[in-house]
């Protein structure tokens, strides 16, 4: 099935994503406010804007309600993380995935309704950890 995906913030997490959305044939409308990033992304994405996703009048004109899915990949600027997940779940996007940037970020990311939180270093850290554990791995 075709998904409608929101992805805001376009740094290496958000843009690895929007890619591989695409090619597995889903619909994305890539998001961010650095002009530079969103033309890397114009040819790639459905649609790719220049855009402060903390401001509800501009998500509300992005017509975030229609999207499936909404990937909020911001992690610096945490205030900008957490206000753009609280509007994406005012406006009813179905399901909010939120990347934090530590334990007290997703905690507050949760809180205000992000349906799931992500990990990205701590989760490679561990699967890596796993990986070079595991005893089918000879030599690394
Ligand atoms: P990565 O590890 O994925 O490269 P990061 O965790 O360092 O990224 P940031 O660089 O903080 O995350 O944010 C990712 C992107 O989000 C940046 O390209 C930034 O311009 C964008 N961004 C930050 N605030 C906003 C905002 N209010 N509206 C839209 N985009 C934003």
Redesign the pocket.
Known sequence: MRKQFMV????????SLTKTLIENGHEVLA????EQ?VQDMASIATHALV????DESVLRELGASNFTHGIV?????IQ??I??TLLLKELQVPKVTA?A?NEMHGKVLSKIGADHVIY?ERDMGIRLGNQLSSDNLIDY
């Open positions: 805001i913030g376009l740094g290496r997490f958000g843009s998001l961010d406010k650095n990033l855009a402060d996703c903390t990949a911001i992690g610096d600027d900008a993380s206000l753009a990347k940037r990205p």
